[in-house]
């Protein structure tokens, strides 16, 4: 089992930038697919980006060329770093681990972001 706390979020102005940061407790993180989800008011979670045990990264269209995943192995830690931000990115982010592609995602509590001027 692993436990993920996110932090950084807050409010940020249009065009902005934000720097999350999803601390992971537990063994193996090496090992997990780490990822960022979002999750605006009245709208369904949705993908982020994620990172492979082997750091090979996916990021949604949406915000492709905005944000950029990365992980620290030896500090359990994934960051999401997300520039230009637009009022759209507004949402509680989630972190998540999981073993594979098709196994339980383990979820963080959220933090959220904020665009607006």
């Known amino acids: 089992q692993v436990q993920l706390v996110e932090s950084g979020g807050g409010l940020v102005q249009p065009g902005g930038s934000l720097r999350l940061s999803c601390a992971a407790s537990?063994?193996?993180?090496?090992?997990?697919?780490m990822g960022w989800y979002r999750q605006a008011p009245g709208k369904s979670r949705e993908l982020v980006a994620t990172?492979?045990?082997?750091?090979?990264?996916n990021v949604a269209d949406s915000v492709k060329g905005r944000c950029i995943i990365t992980r620290d192995n030896a500090k359990k830690m994934v960051y999401l770093q997300m520039n230009s931000l637009k009022p759209e990115d507004t949402a509680v982010y989630y972190c998540?681990?999981?073993?594979?592609?098709?196994?339980?995602?383990?979820w963080g509590q959220g933090t959220q972001v904020t665009v607006s001027s």
């Open positions: 990172i492979s045990s082997s750091a090979g990264t």
């Open positions: 998540s681990a999981r073993y594979s592609s098709t196994s339980i995602p383990f």
């Open positions: 537990g063994s193996g993180f090496s090992m997990y697919i």
